[in-house]
């Protein structure tokens, strides 16, 4: 993060030990949004989209994204959970928080920090294609598709990454390095 006033750049670290390696880094996740945001703005100009934010791991990727398109868009929050205290989804999907905007004849992108096994995706795709949206796409910074089950379209994607369990950019393990400026490699603690 860079501190105010002297251009310097100082990236957050984790505890020592924690972090294996660094994945994807600040500068080129920066890049990458901006790249999918001028894709969003161009395929979406005149039509104002909603983006939905799937909370908590979303929250930092959906900000810089809206804040880098050329259109207007309206944002609103779902949370939802597939994983227990663990690091692999139980299977079962619980809806924690829903849209507070009808999302009926709107245009509508799912903004996810990652997807996994695709299992919550379907979940959520089927769920909102039941409040008959004018369209439904994802956008999705991580695509882990070696874990894959449930394909599902992803329009616009960030990057694909290896089956490896990855902290930062709003990611975490145990509410841990959300707040890390890069995706890294975490060790798991046994």
Do not use: W
Request: contains cysteine; proline residues 5%; aromatic residues 6%.
């Amino acid at each position: 993060m860079e501190e105010p006033g002297t251009g310097n750049r100082e990236p957050r670290s984790a505890p020592e030990g924690e972090i294996a390696e660094i994945l994807i880094s600040a500068e080129a996740i920066q890049a990458r949004v901006r790249e999918l945001a001028a894709a969003i703005s161009r395929d979406y100009a005149g039509k104002d989209p909603l983006l939905v934010g799937i909370l908590r791991g979303a929250a930092f990727f959906l900000a810089d994204l809206a804040r880098a398109l050329t259109i207007p868009a309206a944002i609103d929050f779902m949370a939802i959970s597939s994983y227990g205290a663990g690091s692999t989804t139980s299977g079962v999907v619980r809806i924690i928080k829903d849209l507070e905007e009808s999302i009926t004849n709107r245009h509508v992108i799912i903004v996810e920090d990652i997807v996994d096994t695709g299992l919550t995706l379907g979940y959520l795709l089927s769920l909102l294609r039941r409040r008959e949206p004018a369209s439904l796409e994802v956008c999705a910074l991580l695509d882990k598709v070696p874990r894959r089950i449930e394909h599902h379209r992803i329009a616009y994607c960030g990057f694909q990454i290896p089956d490896k369990f990855v902290v930062g950019y709003g990611l975490d393990y145990h509410q841990r390095h959300r707040t890390l400026p890069y995706v890294a490699v975490v060790r798991l603690s046994a």
